[in-house]
């Protein structure tokens, strides 16, 4: 079905308040035109982020009154660790806090000074880990990737030339393993395929460099394969991924994408030396590795989330509806990155905004745009989050865009026509909306807590 009906039906709801465009006007000037920073109650539809926000099924809040809150041996832990190990195939699990918990453990272990990482495409705590521990991102994604109208199956796909151009520049000594992201957040929700990831572990393995995943969204990425890829259309998405994750050697994961949960994560891997080595410094950052950050509780809610996302009813609606979006989008002439991706709809601002440079910040302006036209809350995905280069300029990125991000389980087809009429409205008169200049900045991870005036 090209845009089936929600799998499931709604036992409990959260009433969203509603605010007038005056109202709004104040608003957005007291966030500082920063949609981080405006307060959840005076947003109307949320679109910020998939990460945290997806509603949890009744058998995930049943899970959460069977927390076994002991320090140490957590009856919890135990179900989380067989449910990472059945269904993604890993032999060793770290619990963290969340996904940049396990980039952390992850980066300390395997980055020394004067290392390169190379990555299909950076995410920005991702890279931000790896250079605090003396590493060099770079991107070996394909060129594709960074050309929002050219449409492509598998538009996260590693370059494999430039991967080995990589290797040969620099030695396999020097790069610990190579990060692949399934689906590629920063290159609109892109997917990976199965072949692909095949080549980079037949390369890396010759070379004796590791392969890392990116997991957060590999449920999202095993549809894609499913759906797109030759030989797939009769595996189911649950043997899809197990397959995936074959061939890497550990992963990180932010439970608060695919795992269907508010908080939680884990780092994997299926090599002895290196878990002991995490468990040694997860107790340091994270918690007892029996629990790493999280309740009892919250890795039972996880555990039970791990099942439900390879649900081929789940999986199938989740895409679908994201598609639903950026179908509606395209067809009324927006510039979005195509094909739309797993997660998000991805505006193309510079598009969108011609008549901006890339220095007036135009999507975090289209961004605060659209909140101000519906109180819908999107993401600025460009350069202001991309931050700056080791010299202090502005790092510019190819991709300027805002991410309206479908969060898991939370909204229907009819909140997607609100998104839709107020994009399409705002496109019409586009001429209007003015660029943005930064009043305060800090020095790491700017585009969460920025705030900006209009110029
Ligand atoms: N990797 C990817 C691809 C992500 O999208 C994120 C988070 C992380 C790692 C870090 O995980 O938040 O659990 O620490 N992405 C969120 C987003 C914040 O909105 O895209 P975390």
Not at 35 to 40: Q, V
Not at 95 to 114: C, D, F, K, V
Not at 413 to 439: C, P, Q, T, W
């Amino acid at each position: 079905m090209k845009y089936p009906a929600e799998p499931f039906k709604i036992k409990t709801v959260e009433t969203i308040e509603m605010t007038s465009r005056e109202e709004r006007e104040d608003i957005v000037k007291e966030a500082g035109y920063n949609t981080f920073l405006l307060p959840s109650k005076n947003v109307y539809i949320d679109l910020l982020t998939d990460s945290g926000t997806s509603a949890m099924s009744d058998k995930q809040w049943a899970s959460l009154m069977i927390g076994d809150e002991a320090y140490g041996g957590s009856e919890n832990w135990f179900k989380l660790r067989d449910a990472v190990q059945e269904i993604y195939g890993f032999d060793y699990v770290v619990p963290t806090h969340q996904g940049r918990g396990a980039e952390n453990l992850l980066s300390q272990i395997m980055i020394e000074e004067g290392d390169y990482i190379p990555g299909n495409m950076y995410f920005t705590t991702t890279k931000a880990h790896q250079e605090l521990n003396g590493g060099k991102f770079v991107d070996v994604i394909i060129d594709e990737a960074h050309k929002p109208s050219v449409e492509r199956d598998f538009k996260g796909n590693v370059d494999l030339d430039k991967y080995k151009k990589l290797i040969d520049e620099v030695g396999a000594d020097k790069i610990p393993y190579i990060c692949v992201a399934v689906t590629v957040n920063m290159a609109g929700g892109q997917p990976v395929s199965m072949e692909n990831i095949k080549k980079v572990k037949e390369i890396s393995e010759k070379h004796g460099i590791k392969v890392m995943s990116d997991a957060t969204r590999c449920v999202e990425n095993a549809y894609y394969i499913k759906e797109r890829e030759d030989g797939y259309q009769d595996k189911s998405v649950r043997e899809i991924l197990k397959e995936m994750m074959s061939y890497f050697d550990g992963c990180t994961m932010s439970g608060k994408k695919d795992c269907l949960v508010n908080i939680g994560g884990f780092l994997a891997m299926n090599d002895a030396d290196m878990y002991q080595e995490a468990t040694s410094l997860v107790v340091m950052y994270e918690g007892m590795p029996t629990y790493g950050g999280m309740a009892g509780r919250d890795m039972e809610a996880m555990a039970t989330g791990i099942y439900e996302s390879v649900d081929e009813h789940y999986i199938e609606h989740r895409i679908k509806q994201v598609r639903y979006l950026g179908d509606k989008l395209a067809e009324a002439g927006i510039p979005i990155i195509k094909p739309v991706g797993g997660h998000a709809v991805f505006l193309d601002a510079r598009e969108f905004l011609p008549h901006l440079s890339q220095d007036q910040l135009p999507a975090q302006a289209l961004a605060a745009a659209i909140y101000l036209d519906s109180g819908v809350r999107a993401m600025e995905r460009g350069v202001v989050s991309a931050g700056r280069d080791a010299d202090g300029s502005h790092h510019y990125p190819k991709l300027e865009t805002v991410r309206l991000t479908i969060p898991r389980r939370v909204y229907t087809y009819a909140h997607m026509d609100v998104v839709a009429n107020s994009v399409i409205d705002l496109y019409e008169k586009r001429d209007k909306i003015s660029g943005l200049k930064f009043v305060y900045e800090p020095p790491t991870l700017r585009f969460f807590t920025s705030k900006f005036e209009p110029l």
